[in-house]
């Protein structure tokens, strides 16, 4: 076994593990700092497939800006984990069922004969090819209406995550920016005239 071979496993393992832990884990918090360790795993087995770009994309992208934003939905939506863990068991016959069919997908693609790429006459390119230009390359011509899918798709879920941060709940202090603007030194300082009173001797 090369020492590639074995990078590939040991990361193999640990994207594993992350991703049963997201799951798994009882703590929201934790899920979504598991589900980190997943993109830096997914990274690193990117890298071992020279595709550099996605690489840095998703820990940029993805690690950098999209879980620090669910990190602060998840906190700022106060999820109570009572009811999250009582339901647990409810919803395990269909999530069992839907990461079946999952696996059985993934089989399906991983054993066919498309998934090795040996009809594409696939080459080793030099240290100075762009792999970032054939990407965009394939990327907005032969993909371009699944990429605006997704790019909607994400758009749709922004605007959930906003809808949902805006909610009024109780015994919470909000501020009218509006009202702020208008306000005027009348409104909020109120002079007042008091005699003088002379300290006793």
Known sequence: MGFDKFLFYVFALILLFAAVRVITARNPIHAALFLVLAFFTSAALWLLLEAEFLAITLV?????????????VVMMLDINV???????SKYLPIGAAVALVIFIEMALIV???YFGGEQYNLVRQAADHSN???????LYTFY??????A?????????AAISLTMRQREGTKTQNPGQQVRVSRDDRVRLV???????KK
């Open 144 to 149: 371009v209406y699944p990429f605006e899918i």
């Open 111 to 113: 054993g066919s004969s």
């Open 82 to 88: 009572a009811p999250v863990r009582g339901s647990f």
């Open 132 to 138: 970032t230009r054939e990407l965009g390359r394939v």
């Open 60 to 72: 940029l992208v993805y690690v950098g800006a999209v879980m620090v934003l669910f990190l602060f």
């Open 151 to 159: 790019a909607v798709i994400l758009l749709v879920a922004i605007i």
């Open 193 to 199: 005239r008091m005699a003088s009173e002379k300290k």
